[in-house]
């Protein structure tokens, strides 16, 4: 059975685009609350540590509380640190990382 299609987040989440115009909060909101299972595909998606990466967190927190589970694909490594700090990826963790880019990039 194929799992659900993957969402492509492209741009950049900086000091200028923060809430609405961050492109994964954008994302996020958009998703369907009655799914249970997402697929982020962020290989065209960059987050700069901060307030942006913080709203990055937040945008995934609210859809773990909701019961999804979330697989990403090819995050950046900022983003996996900024889950790792929010404690989003201790089991038994709903988030499933693929493909985690390095720092380099």
């Known amino acids: 059975m194929e799992g659900p299609r993957p969402i492509r987040v492209f741009g950049e989440a900086s000091d ?18 009655s799914q249970n299972e997402f697929v982020l595909d962020l290989e065209e998606f960059e987050v700069d540590d901060g307030y942006p990466l913080t709203q990055c967190v937040n945008a995934v927190r609210e859809l773990l509380v909701r019961g999804a589970r979330l697989t990403i694909r090819r ?23 693929e493909e985690v880019r390095s720092r380099s990039s």
Request: proline content about 15%.
């Open 75 to 97: 995050p950046p490594h900022v983003l996996v640190d900024g889950l790792t700090r929010a404690g989003l990826l201790l089991p038994p963790s709903h988030v499933l990382l």
């Open 16 to 33: 200028e685009a923060t809430g609405n115009t961050n492109p994964l909060v954008a994302a996020v909101e958009r998703l369907n609350p």
